[in-house]
């Protein structure tokens, strides 16, 4: 039979299980069992799960040198102490399998405080009509939970279990006191819950405009600049490849890379090198193919799209804090299409350059082909809709948090000072603010015919000189457009992200490396704070760890999802099986059964079976005695050694479960004094409760989940709806 294996991070696996009804020895009251309402105890075990971030699990009470931590989900059975109680000096005593109970070194210790008491079998799988339609939990704090289908992956699956309540099949629609956690559920099995702070990673993703500055030789010495932003990287790379091993913080990179959408460029959208991945050494590698194309287009490049392609599928985990951080030159392109002078952030004479026209014929067939020059947004968003997207979901609250892609900038600065000698650009300036004044009024071609006759008068290249005192102010204007753009991004009033602007220079590239180095460093810290249980701990230090980076894990660790719950992933609280305004029903209670269960109930039934159909006859069972020695035999496996008298109702002894069938609702004393037509009936009913769980024992496979990955014997479990019991 195929079974889904269960997984976990830490190295005690979740074991959520309900009794089992097979033989336990005379000591197996050392579990704590369910009271039922009139005191007595069931046959149900009282079950633990963990409820925090990270829980810690101790081998003795109070003893840390021994502690393994694990995340929430995960189901102990209660197991009483050696003098009878249910805790000793502060600590519940634990076991992931009933059958392990006397076996010390398998029994753990765990704090109250960081588990809730789980009393019954049954658990509500949530539904969702609508977006104004669907399960939700009422927390303590009067906030409310809702489920939202759609937020859950697909591989996973919600439950709210329900902790109290008498066997929870009497109340029909609630209200029922309910934990509610989401697990996931894949070919090895399920894991733990999806929302555990201990298991958060981080993921960068960087965004990298490949354009032909990348290609400048820089006079401080000679370097071109892309072996710059190299030894950026490998020095940001080195620093997390370090800090992530010996945390054991799973960090991510990934890098994407943007130009302008132009005939030349190589690739007319962005391209993802890496994808985000845990392989640091890719990551570098895919960095270095980077050196930049010479396109010779316009100023503006197409950063939105590169910043749309990073916001997407790239790799991007559920359980992380995310960053993008941009690296660029040039402005943004913001039109959809062919831009015009609409566009232009200067009013110098020859703006008219950029209309990439030449309806006068100066250019006598359009040698610089203009019209070629200049990129377009292929996005179809502006930077508030970049922003949007990145903190689309717009909440402060709760798993939201997790959803926002943080948005970071790095302005690369191109001095105009660095690619003209003084004298030279001082010569630029003087004949530009002198030639503005006398060409300003003038017609384009007018414009022309002055300045070549002054170049032929002076012997000068006039025209040279006007079209690179043009690039020089234009090159100034959109030079702070694009620090302005990139702060806008990096810095928007839904979050405040990290900008610098970087001169391609030695100094400057230190500092930055060491800027971002530092930060990212601090937030590997954290994770790594908040993965082994010192969650407090890094919140009492956050005035000296918060920056940019780091911001965005406090924030989740702080979040107000009720008053703190969002440190407590699985969330208590109460819930019905219908919404309260429509009535709709928008949960299905389901009952967690052990395979092991079924199969001694159907042993029991089997037995039963064949010794009273040699009873047919109502005279054969008139012994009373004799009837309860066969009841007795009959149930010796399921009844687990309990005495049973003549008013004895079977199930009680047999199962808790809310079996439909009314074979087992009768007495040792009913059997009695049965009439043959009602004994054929009963018999009927046994048989036909059997073929029901063979039924169920023997069919779809995949129902039946291991749960327990450390036993040796991996029991079974399945939740099966009310309707399908026998």
Known sequence: MNSLAFTCSSRLVLTLALIASVAFSANAAELVRVKRKDGTESQIFQKLITVGAVNQVHEQPNDKSKVTRIGPYNVFFHVKTDSGDVQQNGFYRVVEDPKDRNDPSKCRWIKPEDVQVWATRFAIKPTQVNKETTFQVDLPSGLKYEYVAEEVPEDATAYSFVLEGGDGAEEENGPFKVAFCEVRVDDK???????QLGEMSLEICFVLEDEGFLQIDYKDDGKKFYEYVHALGESWASTIKNLSAADKVPVKLGLVIFSDSHPKSTSQKPRVVVPLTSNIGQWVAGLKSVVGQNIDGDYQNDGLSGMATALGNIGWTENSAKHVVFMGNGPFQTQQGRG????????????????RTDPEGIWDGDPLKWEDAFGVNKSGKLAEGIIAEAYRMGGQKGDELRRWKHLHAIHIGQTIEQQYEPEELAGIRKFNAETDKILRPLSPSGQIDVI???????????LGMSIRAWMVEAFDKYDARAQEEMRGLAQSQTYQGYYTHMNPEASEVDRVTQELGEKIKAAIQVIADVSTGKEQQAMENKTQSENELTRPIFRIIGGKLSQGDLM????VGSATLRDSRSGRAVGEKVVMVSHDELFALNTALNAMYDRFNKSRKAAARQNTKEVLDKVQASLATAASGQQISADTQLQSVITDLPLRTEAL????????????SAFDAWLGDVQLAQTQIKDLLNGDPLRWIIINGLSENKTKYSFLRLSELP
Do not use: C
């Open 189 to 195: 099995g399920i894991s733990a819950s999806l929302n």
């Open 452 to 462: 070549m006759e002054v170049g032929k008068n002076l012997q000068i290249d006039a």
């Open 340 to 355: 015009r002078t609409s566009d232009l952030p200067i009013n110098h004479y020859l703006n008219w350059l950029f209309d």
């Open 568 to 571: 407590k992933p699985v969330k």
């Open 665 to 676: 609702k009768l007495t040792a004393g009913d059997i009695a004094v049965m009439s043959t």
